[in-house]
C-alpha cells in the first residue's frame, strides 16, 4: 500500500532555530496535508498542497509540495516554544479518499 | 456546532469483552474517518464511510472491528473480543468532499481504550 516516508523521527532545536521535516513517497501523490498534535493532543489540520511546485505560507510556517508530487517539507522560522509538538504529513493517491499518515516529527524547543 | 465529539474519552475493559465508541461528527460534513493511533505512530486508517456508505476498511482490519454510520450522521466502531493489542487511541475525523476531491480532517479528542 501507499506509504509516506518521514524524516527525521526527533528534532531537538533551541528557540529561535529554524525547523525543517520532510516527507517522501515513492508514488505520486494527488495531495498532501500537514497535521499538527500537541503532547496528549489530538492532529489538527494545518494545510493541504495540491499542485506540483506549490509553497504556501502561514506566518512563520512554510509548505512546499515537490515537482514531480512526491514529496513535501514543511518548515518553521524562528520557533517558538508554542511550536512543540508532533508534525504528520498525510497523502493520498490513486483517487483514494482516505489519506495515509506519516510516522511525524517530533519537535522539542528548547528555551 | 462545536466540532467532532467523541465518547468515552477513555475506556477500560477486561480482554475478551466488547466495546463501543461513539462519533459525532460535524454535520456539514459527508465523510467519517476512524483511525487508530499508537504511542510515537501516526494515524492508522481503519475505515471510512461517505455518508451512510462504508467505502473502505483497511485490510489490516480484524473482523472483531466493525462499523456503523445510520442515516449518515454519528457513527459507532464496536471491537468484539478485545485483546490486549487492541488498547489505543481511536480517533474520529471528518471532513467534506466529493468525488476524488479531498479536504482536510477535523478530528475528534479521541476514545482511549486499554485492554487489560
Known amino acids: 500500500g501507499q506509504q509516506v516516508m518521514q524524516i527525521p523521527q526527533y528534532q531537538h532545536v533551541q528557540e529561535g532555530e529554524d525547523f525543517t521535516t520532510y516527507c517522501n513517497s515513492s508514488?505520486?501523490?494527488?495531495?498532501i496535508q500537514w497535521y499538527k498534535q500537541r503532547p496528549g493532543g489530538h492532529p489538527v489540520f494545518l494545510i493541504q498542497?495540491?499542485?506540483?511546485?506549490e509553497v504556501k505560507k502561514q506566518k512563520r510556517l512554510t509548505f512546499q509540495f515537490g515537482e514531480a508530487k512526491k514529496n513535501s517539507s514543511l518548515h518553521i522560522t524562528a520557533t517558538q516554544t508554542t511550536d512543540v509538538g508532533t508534525y504528520f504529513c498525510?497523502?493520498?493517491?490513486?483517487?483514494?479518499?482516505?489519506?495515509?499518515f506519516g510516522i511525524g516529527t517530533k519537535l522539542q524547543v528548547i528555551p | 456546532d462545536t466540532g467532532v465529539s467523541q465518547d468515552p474519552r477513555h475506556k477500560i475493559t477486561k480482554r475478551g469483552q466488547n466495546v463501543t465508541f461513539r462519533c459525532d461528527p460535524i454535520s456539514e460534513h459527508n465523510r467519517l474517518y476512524w483511525y487508530r493511533q499508537t504511542l510515537g505512530q501516526g494515524p492508522e486508517f481503519l475505515t471510512y464511510?461517505?455518508?451512510?456508505?462504508?467505502?473502505?476498511k483497511s485490510r489490516l482490519l480484524s473482523d472483531r472491528f466493525s462499523a456503523e454510520r445510520p442515516k449518515g450522521s454519528f457513527s459507532t466502531l464496536e471491537i468484539q473480543r478485545t485483546e490486549q493489542g487492541d488498547s489505543a487511541m481511536y480517533l474520529c475525523?471528518?471532513?467534506?468532499?466529493?468525488?476524488?476531491?479531498?479536504?482536510?480532517?477535523?478530528f475528534g479528542s479521541g476514545t482511549r481504550l486499554t485492554v487489560v
Open positions: 498542497l495540491v499542485k506540483s511546485g
Open positions: 498525510a497523502a493520498n493517491s490513486g483517487g483514494y479518499q482516505k489519506v495515509t
Open positions: 464511510f461517505q455518508n451512510e456508505a462504508q467505502l473502505e
Open positions: 508514488t505520486t501523490l494527488s495531495n
Open positions: 475525523a471528518s471532513s467534506r468532499g466529493t468525488g476524488s476531491s479531498n479536504y482536510g480532517y477535523t
